[in-house]
């Protein structure tokens, strides 16, 4: 198996919005209702969005492939870019995304060190993110990679507000 990474570019936008609704969808689909999926894919992927968000200097995206077939991606925020008000020292990952098919391959640890390596490199000193607290893998996932639950935020699916943990790790 080889496994590569590419930043991702304007070029890529395409892609990018495919595999944000596939895995977004695959993930979230069974415990939503379909309005409400319906409305946050529309407002959170389209591309427009996905564009502003691919020009932020402060936002980086990467692609994971395996075998040369895109198989997910990091989307980490620093600076103003940071889904919410944190200080100067941390780094958001906003999204690891993988596709269904290529889930339990290390590919999300794989890209959890991207995102230290990223964060090392612009003189962070901790990572966080945010995790739906219905989302028990993905939960467990982070606490083994050494992140601590230390708050939490509204996330709004369509019209329905839901819990995510805001979950840290310190370099």
Known sequence: MTVKLKRCTLDDLHILQKISIETFTDT???????????????????????EAELNNISSKFYFIYINNEVSGYLKVNID?????????????????????????QGLGKYLLNKA?????????????????EKNVTAISFYQKMGFVQTSAHSFYMGIEEQTDYIMTKIL
């Open 28 to 50: 979230f689909n069974e415990q939503n209702a379909p309005e409400n999926m319906k409305e946050y894919l529309k407002k959170a992927f389209n591309m427009e969005k996905l």
């Open 80 to 104: 103003d870019a940071q889904s919410e008000e944190m200080d100067d020292e941390s780094l958001e990952i906003e999204r690891i995304y993988i596709k269904k098919k290529f889930q339990k």
């Open 116 to 132: 230290n390596e990223i964060a090392i490199e612009n003189n962070k000193k901790k990572i966080w993110l945010g995790v739906w």
